[in-house]
């Protein structure tokens, strides 16, 4: 609880104040843009364009607003909501942990009575079988997958705080989200990295010890997925990410773990069904 609750509560909170104060300064037409540094004009490619917007912006973002204030709007009443549902989920993860917690006190009397009723079902037989499917299936894909994908936020969500990021909650959840559809989590660390160099205000030093924080923080799933796991999820990819996508759609920030679990299970348990068909159907 201490090790990734605390952790996760302080980066929604961070998520939702960063996005409240916006919403706020919107609608009082008080937010104020810090102007680029001389070094965002040095960027390949993009350097120039990117500074002479964003300077832009800085100093005549009243004007700006006030072009597309019926827009801006609607963008910051979308953006309090996404505040508000961002920190009730993280609540909900925190009370899940809890819960998870008093369910492993009662582990094996549940395990027990999940065993009775898939024998009901399939029989003796099948029933053993498909609870060590189910456990290990759902084993794989929580620790494997969302496991992994929450402690890489965690460390990415520490980085961006103590580098002094404003958007350190948002950018959590930016990694906790392609973590679990397993997209490489260097995505997020790259232009974190460029921030710091080419934007931050830190020392060369400082500078070096946060780069290696981020690449180490950003190759740790190569690492924790054999420790947690032993071996590769079994199951395939696209399942987990259609789940996951599947399942925030449905059902918000918490349906990423959710549909990913069940999905993944329901495909395992499926194709189990399937491999045990008569062998002239197989045939």
């Not at 065993?115 to 079988?129: C, H, I, L, N």
């Amino acid at each position: 609880m201490l090790v990734l609750g605390v952790p996760m509560l302080m980066l929604g909170n961070s998520f939702g104040s960063h996005v409240h104060d916006v919403y706020t300064q919107l609608d009082a037409g008080t937010l104020e843009i810090e102007p680029p540094s001389e070094s965002v004009a040095e960027w390949p490619v993009v350097g120039e364009r990117v500074h002479t917007a964003w300077n832009n912006m800085a100093t005549d973002l009243p004007e700006a607003l006030k072009r597309n204030e019926m827009q801006v709007k609607a963008l910051s009443k979308k953006l309090l909501g996404a505040a508000l549902n961002g920190a009730k989920a993280m609540m909900l993860l925190f009370g899940a942990f809890v819960i998870a917690g008093v369910m492993m006190a009662f582990g094996q009397s549940g395990i027990q009575a999940l065993r009775r009723v898939f024998t009901r079902f399939v029989g003796e037989a099948g029933g053993v079988k498909l609870q060590a499917l189910c456990t290990g299936t759902v084993r794989s894909v929580a620790v494997g997958v969302l496991g992994v994908a929450l402690i890489q936020a965690i460390l990415f969500g520490l980085g961006f705080m103590l580098i002094g990021l404003k958007t350190a909650g948002v950018l959590a959840l930016i990694t906790l989200f392609i973590g679990i559809i397993q997209v490489p989590a260097l995505i997020v660390a790259i232009p974190v990295i460029a921030y710091i160099w080419m934007g931050g205000d830190g020392s060369t030093a400082m500078n070096v010890i946060f780069t290696i924080y981020f690449i180490i923080a950003a190759l740790s799933d190569n690492v924790l997925k054999p420790m947690l796991l032993g071996r590769g999820v079994d199951a395939p990819m696209p399942i987990i990410l259609i789940g996951a996508l599947g399942g925030m759609v449905s059902a918000g920030f918490i349906g990423l773990f959710i549909g990913a679990v069940v999905l993944a299970l329901g495909y395992k348990v499926f194709m189990n069904w399937v491999g045990e068909a008569p062998a002239s159907v197989q045939q």
